[in-house]
């Protein structure tokens, strides 16, 4: 009995069928933010989506913006038959209609970031049919770990140093934030407990952008927790000297968001 060719062709068609239908489905558990809709016929290649990231956004020539909060990173495959410059108008069109403002704008050649209240979109468009999309809500983070007095004082006898978890600032600011009390009351408990004790105040910052700015901001940081510590908590200021180290001390690799966090600090050395 000869096979039915009809048959054959059937099955190899839905066998080769299948996979090319399944390739144009979204990625597993990634789906459109409600802030933006997609190019028509693109699908989700892969996403991120986290409760609390530092995001760093392009800005063009001027310094890039960092933003903490609510984080969603969504990566598109645009269609073949769409153009690389079509792409770019629609999105481009369809944020401004939405009345973002635009903080940097590459025209044609594809990159954008805006930003409306505290959602901040970031839209990198490349030839290669990708579409990147990053939006980031800011939100107040909390600080999980807190210095701890008795902490501080062991680390300052072992090595000569101490990290001060729980001092915060905004990203690119010199300003302590308000959630820093619990941090710099545990460093006035340390500093009341050992009165001959004498510290320098360290910043540090991740290597991201220039050196010049990374010394600076390190400095003013070190600078504003010395006068935290002094105005609000009495200690004498002939106990604290201020110092900016910037991304010259590393504690881990800056080639990771988790490392440039930890990067990001505040030290105490013994004098």
């Not at 969504?74 to 939405?98: E, H, W």
Request: aromatic share 6%; hydrophobic share 40%; charged share 20%.
């Amino acid at each position: 009995m000869k096979p039915d060719r009809s048959l054959i062709l059937c099955i190899l068609a839905v066998c080769f069928a299948a996979p090319l239908t399944f390739a144009q489905q979204d990625a597993k558990d990634c789906k459109d933010s409600p802030l933006v809709s997609r190019f028509p016929g693109s699908i989700i290649a892969s996403c991120v989506d986290k409760a609390d990231e530092l995001a760093t956004l392009p800005m063009g020539t001027k310094p890039s913006k960092k933003v903490e909060g609510e984080y969603h990173r969504v990566t598109y495959k645009f269609p073949a038959g769409a153009s690389k410059a079509q792409v770019v108008r629609n999105i481009n069109s369809a944020l401004r209609t939405a009345g973002y403002s635009f903080d940097y704008d590459s025209g044609e050649y594809g990159d954008f970031t805006v930003h409306k209240g505290g959602t901040w979109i970031s839209e990198e468009i490349s030839g290669n049919g990708n579409i990147q999309q990053t939006i980031v809500i800011e939100t107040q983070l909390k600080q999980e770990v807190v210095a701890d007095a008795a902490a501080l004082s062991g680390g300052l006898a072992s090595t000569g140093h101490a990290v001060v978890n729980g001092i915060l600032f905004d990203p690119g600011k010199a300003e302590v934030k308000p959630e820093s009390a619990a941090a710099l009351q545990e460093v006035a408990k340390l500093l009341q407990q050992s009165p001959q004790l004498k510290l320098y105040v360290v910043g540090h910052t991740d290597n991201t952008g220039a050196m010049a700015a990374n010394m600076d901001l390190s400095a003013k940081r070190a600078a504003a927790v010395v006068v935290a510590l002094t105005k609000q908590y009495n200690v004498a200021a002939d106990r604290l000297q201020a110092y900016g180290d910037g991304p010259y001390a590393p504690v881990a690799s800056n080639d990771t968001e988790d490392g440039r966090t930890l990067n990001r600090r505040v030290e105490l050395v013994k004098q």
